[in-house]
């Protein structure tokens, strides 16, 4: 007589660790030390001047909001499925309080400083021809106009500014009578202008190489007090995903359009670094507190930002609420126009209009000092 082993001819139960172990849990772990790295790589990409990053490194800042939301869904997950990978997920997510209400703020503060107040609005028009409902200029003008009018700030930063005439620029905004301009070409004209009701004491102009943006300024009289403004167009990206898109669907040729986008970011990159330079540089001679404002073409999580608002208080942390997105065609993804003031002042109310007039939404806040 045979006696079974114990045990025998039973199968041997897997261990739980075993048991739920899984190709998905590869793929899980797998995503979340992609994900936090990518995320590492945004937040380093501020610290670092272009000419220090490589042409894949750029892509971490810009795409930040994207590579946020995806670890933020690999760390939900990884929790659920009470996965040990989701404290890395955590970790890397902990430094994102530093920079979310840069994006997104849902505390605005309605306390009205003290002090007096001065309204300013600055707007990127897009020529007057990018209008999001494909309205002609001459009536896309008429709109963009009235829209400001109705707004009544009391300094107004437009970019890429454009007319056919000095006559039509002269009959643009008359309730603001002083003006200051730089025009890169004049046929039609386009360029930045500072509309203001205080009267400018002084004024100026840097313009950049390699194109045809530049930073203008002008010096402000408002009641005894004198406040520089800087109206900035930073150096453009000169990228259109959806024609990237198509030209890879119909020619294939994925690695070079790839490489050809890298190389434009790269370019731009450094010409953005070396433009912030600059102004940097006036700013530090200029004896006012001053404002810096305009299209930066560069998000919150960026050297361009960083540098700038270095040392200055950003409008829409203030006093934003919701999405501080500027950039109507991937809304709520990219904030590049910005309202930059002095920490001795105080903004009130900052409010980004969804209006369909420009490719940028206009950005507006009352500036309490």
Not at 72 to 97: D, E, G, N, W, Y
Not at 101 to 128: C, H, Q, W
């Amino acid at each position: 007589m045979n006696l079974a082993e114990p045990g025998r001819g039973k199968p041997r139960k897997k261990s739980r660790r075993q048991g739920n172990f899984s190709l998905g849990d590869l793929l899980l772990k797998l995503f979340a030390i992609v994900g936090a790295i990518a995320l590492l790589l945004s937040y380093i990409s501020v610290y670092l001047k272009p000419s220090e990053l490589s042409s894949v490194l750029m892509f971490f800042g810009l795409y930040y909001i994207p590579i946020l939301f995806f670890n933020l869904i690999i760390f939900i997950i990884a929790l659920i499925r009470l996965r040990f990978i989701a404290l890395l997920s955590f970790i890397v997510l902990l430094p994102t309080l530093f920079y979310a209400d840069l994006f997104v703020n849902f505390s605005r503060n309605d306390e009205v400083p003290e002090g007096k107040a001065f309204k300013i609005l600055t707007y990127n028009v897009g020529k007057m021809e990018l209008s999001l409902d494909k309205t002609a200029k001459n009536p896309n003008t008429l709109r963009v106009e009235e829209f400001i009018k109705q707004e009544n700030p009391d300094i107004v930063c437009i970019q890429e500014f454009s007319a056919q005439s000095e006559d039509a620029y002269s009959r643009f905004l008359v309730d603001l009578p002083f003006r200051h301009h730089y025009f890169a070409s004049t046929r039609p004209l386009y360029g930045n202008v500072i509309f203001s009701k205080y009267p400018i004491v002084e004024t100026g102009c840097m313009t950049f190489e390699g194109g045809t943006n530049m930073c203008i300024w002008a010096d402000l009289y408002m009641d005894g007090e004198i406040v520089r403004v800087y109206n900035c167009h930073l150096q453009s990206n000169s990228i259109s995903f959806t024609n990237l898109i198509q030209r890879m669907a119909t020619k294939g040729e994925l690695k070079s359009e790839v490489k050809q986008v890298h190389e434009k970011l790269k370019g731009s990159n450094a010409l953005r670094a070396r433009q912030v330079e600059d102004i940097l540089a006036h700013c530090s001679t200029c004896p006012y507190p001053l404002v810096i404002c305009g299209d930066f073409n560069d998000t919150p999580v960026s050297h361009t930002y960083y540098k700038l608002r270095k040392g200055r208080l950003d409008s829409f942390a203030e006093a934003g609420k919701g999405f501080g997105a500027s950039y109507a065609y991937l809304w709520p993804l990219l904030r590049i126009d910005y309202i930059l003031f002095p920490k001795t002042f105080a903004a009130y109310q900052n409010e980004i209009k969804r209006v369909n007039f420009s490719d940028h939404y206009p950005v507006s806040t009352y500036i309490y000092r």
